[in-house]
């Protein structure tokens, strides 16, 4: 099988119009990307899989617009701005003549965040499975609030610190040890939303065990619990993983970092609503029942996120599938459906041409992989692919980027108010004393914890947009300094040394402030970009294990976390917890310095362009601009320049036409048949896409 398409790519470098010098130029892995191709071989290599792979008649329309389409893809700069006017061009002096309809649409792609209405269903199945990730955290904190109704030590603030925490860390740990790793062979043979349906249903019936779980003795459970909470963790992993996969592949690759936002926008909502469902139930059965309601106030708490597993079910047996799904392979693999492929992106687009014009741009992608890269789309073994994630650079800086960004969210502490935000209020409020957990000191936890997730969520809305214009390097190192330092002002409001005695409502109102500013910040950059990065940064071939290595990280953590605060708490108290916090938070911000690229308004295929240049020198180059901006801007040099990233490759290749003076490569004034087109169109030189 390989030797043929060996041939064939053999025969399209032959077709190339581009001088031998030109591809060494370059890094090996860009030798044979459609952007090289002149007209002939192009038009060749598009008609080919239009005929072979999608079956369109090459007398149809069809097949003369595929065609259009792949010259499109080749020259989109070229075409985004002639389709907002920037360029006059004559009839026939471009490759294709762009519709109207076809310039609004290519205009709309870039300019509209929600233009491709296809999308839709997508979004609300994404949106719906990440309420439930942030439902499911609202009840485990509301629960921790009566963990003596679940036979977890006396009434109190403080209860048996690591029965709590290992309770609580159950569905973290699991899904970070099992259902990351049970989405690889779920996504392979069920697609991602088929990995999407088994966490739907595993997480409805094991929060309904939970909920009855009040049904048995009290001291059983919370054994019963744990193991609820287990599968319940196996579910959380797989939906970690196959959701933000599947966001990240359906979208347009300008707006990607905001569709797959949508996964931490609406975990923050989730979260939310958990409060109000947890304020609802306490009041509800305090006033029916006082405080003889406690076991059935926990156990609607616990069995409440079932309603969102219904609704994400639902959704995602209506939401399409992701087009990538279907291409996984390549043409050697008995899973290469490319007509399946092109029937999802014609939902998912708002016009023929750029659902034709990704369908190539996925096809040479898919390509690209197999041949330049040499990634191994073709390798069954799981391990062998576990192993490249740390033997070649692309996977390994990917890698390294991913797992950083994802370990810094659990660093910087915002779980603390997520996981333990009512115990941590609770015993600011009490202190150590056992039998002060009343019902108002629950209300009081519970309604600053939902001051917490309200600014959580409305926070995040500045990033829709920004995390693709601004980028996602930008916000995160504009906000984790000023992360720590909201820590670090709450923890500095408490009176010191630590006195439960001369603490009061003031406080707490202080503290609650400055944690209200931590989550702000937090909101728009370190929420959403952790998995954003995750589901972005991996070629296709790796991209569901480097997914789930990152977000294992990540859930592992929070597992860790969740097992040691309480303890911690008890011991350095909260106000020691928050300065800790604080300290490992400005780790977390030169972590992510010295070692996380930008990603911004790449396509998929052109973030290998961004993660294959060599880590070392991109960390040297990160300490270096400490050094210039402490001699600019400190010691007043004004003259000193900044330092330059030397043969690291921060943009996408444009078509050598477009730059290279005398190269033979097509620029917008040459047409196929050899005549030159106008000579302000010659000089034309797009900009590259970041």
Sequence with gaps: MAQPQDAEMEELDRGRNVPRSHSQANHHWASYNMVNYNDPTLRRDASRFAREQLGIDDKTEDFRDFIRAAFVARDIDIYYDVSRGFREYAPGELDVDLRDDEKEAIRNEKDKLFNERGITMVNLAV????????????????????????????????????????????????AAALGCWLALPINDHLGRRGGMIVSSVLIFFTSLVAGLSILIPKEDRWKLLVGARVLNGIGMGIKAVSTPILASETAIRFWRGSFVLAWQLWVSFGIVIGFVFNLIFAAAVQRVYGDNGRDLTVGLILGAPLIFAVAMLGAVLRCSESPRYYMRGGQASRKYEPKKAYEILRELRSCKLLAMKDMYLLHKTIE???????????????????????????????????????????????????????????????????????????????????????????????????????????????TLPLMSFFMFAGAMSFPIPWDIKNTDYNTIRMVALWLYFHAAVYSPGLGPIPFTLASESFPLSHREIGCAFAIAVNLGFAGLLTIVFPTINNELHPSGSLGLFSGLTFVAFILVYLLVEETKELSLEHLSYVLNGSKSKFVRHQVALVGWFVKRYVMGKRDEKAPELDNYVKVQPVHPGFWEPGSSGRGLGSRSDGRSGGSSMRSYSPRANN
């Design 127 to 174: 949106s719906l499975a990440a309420m439930l990730q942030g439902h499911v955290q609202s009840s485990i904190n509301g629960a921790s609030l009566y963990a003596s109704e679940l036979g977890i030590g006396p009434a109190g603030p403080y209860q048996p610190q690591w029965t709590l925490g290992a309770v609580n860390a159950a569905p973290f740990l699991t």
């Design 368 to 478: 690209q992989e197999i041949r330049e890269m040499d990634l191994g789309l073709n390798e069954r073994s799981v391990f062998v692919k576990f192993g490249q994630l740390f033997q070649k650079r692309r996977l390994r800086n990917a890698l390294i980027s991913t797992s950083v960004v994802n370990l810094a969210q659990q660093l910087c502490g915002i779980n603390v108010a997520a996981f333990y935000s009512g115990t941590f209020f609770v015993s600011v409020l009490s202190g150590n004393e056992a039998g002060d957990l009343n019902y108002e000191s629950i209300r009081s936890a519970m309604i600053f914890s939902f001051g917490f997730g309200a600014v959580n969520f409305f926070f995040g809305l500045p990033a829709i947009k920004t995390i693709d214009t601004l980028g996602r390097r930008k916000w995160l190192t504009w």
